[in-house]
């Protein structure tokens, strides 16, 4: 999936930026260096964002994909399946945002694509990080590992036995066989 960013940084330093922005606005910093020192903000950051930069998150909306309302169903459907007490998989949201794209567009989802995904959405992060400790957590349970194994060991036992017969099966039929031939060769 990726490393994941701290997701509270990036809003901590938009809110920081706006802040800085509207310090200078409003004439309380008397230039762009002082206000960007006082806000621990790069320069170059806060002239472009007075000259109407936008920040990169939303400068490249229209590029994304799917689209915003794509991403809201995308939400929607984590949020029901959370409701219902699925377990969230990266794979299963991958795949029904893969079904959201038009026809023309159906490509794969670049790799960084859930990583992005859960920045812009942390209660989404938060489900999914819950559903990775409950995995965990039933990974550890020792009723429930002893159960698997014991339906591991009769799965064996039964595919143990299917061959048996298989095997039977197989050499009896070999056993006809022969006898038809040795009927059809001296009779």
């Not at 006082?38 to 964002?49: F, K």
Request: charged share 25%; net charge positive.
């Amino acid at each position: 999936m990726g490393k994941v960013k701290c997701r509270d940084a990036a809003n901590d330093r938009e809110n920081e930026i706006r802040e800085a922005k509207h310090a200078y606005c409003s004439s309380l910093e008397p230039s762009i260096c002082t206000t960007a020192s006082t806000y621990d903000i790069p320069y170059g950051t806060l002239r472009d964002r007075l000259r109407g930069a936008q920040p990169s998150s939303e400068a490249h909306e229209k590029e994304q994909l799917p689209t915003q309302e794509g991403e809201e169903s995308i939400v929607r459907f984590c949020e029901t399946l959370d409701e219902l007490g699925y377990l969230l998989q990266v794979k299963m949201v991958k795949a029904f945002a893969m079904s959201l794209l038009p026809p023309h567009w159906q490509r794969q989802l670049g790799k960084h694509w859930m990583t992005c995904f859960l920045n812009r959405h942390p209660p989404i992060a938060a489900k999914l990080s819950q559903c990775l400790d409950r995995q965990r957590a039933n990974a550890n349970d020792p009723a429930i590992l002893k159960d698997f194994f014991h339906k591991v060991y009769h799965f064996s036992l039964y595919i143990y036995f299917k061959l048996i017969l298989v095997t039977v099966a197989w050499k009896s039929c070999q056993k006809a066989q022969c006898t038809t031939r040795k009927h059809l060769q001296y009779g």
